[in-house]
């Protein structure tokens, strides 16, 4: 059975097709006067997980934001961040931040060290290992050019040539006694029977008398022994003259570095892994000071077409995050996690 629909009771009036916003409802004259709306509109539930995620601060748990191009989602977790980390510093809480350096590694030179250092205090250890490299090469040839380190060096070697010359000395006058005389030589020492103070030839030798050379021959067996032992003992004082000489050359280094090193030392008394650095820093230096005397002559050699290893490399730090202008923990937005842009590459 047919029912007509009278439709007329759900007519519109054409006084209610629309709408009029009355104008005393707003306490503005343009809408220039408000401040922009920073909220995310109409996603209770979107903000609501990611102030949840944010909420879970363990190793591990990931925000994942996913939505059409435009849509707001890098401005909202922008301000989401923003508000997380004013909320937290009005609890009190707040995060390291920290600047991050590469250090030379002298174990292994073809893997850096990292330090890790308090936000701001990256650029300047660097300008303060910049600063001692350049107080070393003032310093270390200013020491060794000095009157007491010349002073110490000539005492030693007068000591020495008057050992060498002793040893000589006694062994010329052994031999002369035996009417011998020793010829030194680079290539070792002979001994030769000598006559008024001339060295007999071979031919006049053999013609003496059979026993006559015979007690020739053996005074001259005996000069030779003593000649081993004159050379073992003009050896073994080579090796302490270069040992003492080794020594006044470390102790004038360490006097040389002793104060730019105890300076920065003081000043990073508490970060033991710096410490350790400048600890290696200070012996790899005194085994290098050779390199700092040759350092101003270098200056002034034309560069060579062929790259040539920087001396002084160990002395350079490599900043490679500065947060020292953050207030802040530092937020990084890659617009385009592939993988080489997240965990980098070597090329």
Not at 5 to 19: F, G, N, Q, S
Not at 127 to 150: C, D
Request: hydrophobic content about 35%; proline content about 6%; overall charge negative.
């Amino acid at each position: 059975m047919n029912r007509s629909i009278d439709i007329r009771k759900y007519a519109v009036p054409v006084e209610r097709l629309r709408w009029i916003c009355p104008g005393d409802i707003f306490q503005f004259e343009c809408t220039s006067d408000i401040e922009p709306l920073k909220e995310f509109i109409g996603q209770v539930r979107a903000i609501d997980a990611i102030n949840f995620g944010l909420a879970v601060e363990r190793a591990g748990y990931n925000l994942f934001l996913t939505g059409l191009t435009g849509t707001g989602k890098a401005a909202t977790i922008k301000a989401s961040l923003r508000r997380f980390i004013e909320d937290r510093k009005t609890q009190g809480i707040t995060y390291e931040i920290h600047d991050w350096c590469y250090v030379y590694n002298f174990a292994a030179p073809d893997q850096p060290r990292i330090l890790k250092l308090p936000q701001g205090m990256g650029k300047s250890f660097a300008n303060q290992m910049e600063a001692l490299l350049k107080v070393l090469k003032e310093e270390i040839p200013k020491t060794f050019g000095s009157e007491e380190y010349t002073k110490k060096k000539q005492e030693v070697m007068e000591e020495h040539q008057r050992k060498y010359q002793g040893a000589i000395d006694e062994l010329e006058r052994d031999a002369a006694g035996k009417n011998l005389m020793v010829q030194l030589s680079p290539t070792g020492a002979a001994v030769v029977p000598i006559e008024d103070g001339t060295p007999l030839t071979r031919e006049e030798f053999l013609k003496r008398p059979e026993s006559e050379r015979t007690e020739i021959e053996s005074k001259r067996l005996e000069v030779m022994k003593k000649v081993d032992e004159t050379y073992n003992f003009l050896r073994e004082l080579e090796k302490d003259i270069g040992e003492k000489m080794k020594e006044i050359d470390l102790k004038a280094g360490q006097f040389a570095i002793e104060r730019p090193f105890a300076d920065l030392l003081k000043t990073y008394a508490e970060y033991q892994e710096v410490i350790n650095f400048l600890n290696e820093m200070r012996e790899h230096t005194l085994t290098k000071l050779d390199v700092f005397m040759q350092a101003p002559q270098s200056s002034q050699i034309p560069a060579s077409p062929v790259l040539q290893t920087d001396p002084f490399t160990a002395y350079k730090v490599n900043v490679f995050v500065d947060n020292s202008s953050l207030n802040a923990p530092p937020v990084i937005f890659e617009p385009n996690p592939n993988w080489f842009n997240v965990f980098g590459k070597i090329e």
